[in-house]
């Protein structure tokens, strides 16, 4: 079994920076990870994609995070972080991290998500 935990949300006024983090972990040993992101989910709102990597490094941006958030992964760790700047209060979501494909000895899993993390921007 495989579970994505992630950290850092919380409060912070218009214009902050928060980082946050997600760890994979499991029962045996994880022999990759494919592409993991962060979405977020807004009250009322669907959620979304916020930012992307790949195994290899090469990331992907919504409109919305381009130039204010950068997603990064420490592949030894099993754990990506997303570095945001410049938060706005239409940030303000739950913030979830997911992975694709995970493959711990001899078993592969799909389309893992963490509990989420809250992020609240004040204005």
């Known amino acids: 079994q495989v579970q994505l935990v992630e950290s850092g949300g919380g409060l912070v006024q218009t214009e902050g920076s928060l980082r946050l983090s997600c760890a994979a972990s499991a029962s045996g040993r994880i022999l990759s990870i494919n592409a993991m992101g962060w979405y977020r989910q807004a009250p009322g709102k669907q959620r979304e994609l916020v930012a992307s990597?790949?195994?290899?490094?090469?990331?992907n941006y919504a409109d919305s995070a381009k130039g204010r958030f950068t997603i990064s992964r420490d592949n030894a760790k099993k754990t990506v972080y997303l570095q945001m700047n410049s938060l706005k209060p239409e940030d303000t979501a739950v913030y979830y991290c997911?992975?694709?494909?995970?493959?711990?000895?001899?078993?592969?899993?799909?389309?893992?998500w963490g509990q989420g993390t809250l992020v609240t921007v004040s204005s």
């Open positions: 997911n992975a694709n494909r995970v493959v711990v000895v001899g078993i592969q899993y799909l389309d893992l």
């Open positions: 990597i790949t195994s290899g490094g090469v990331t």
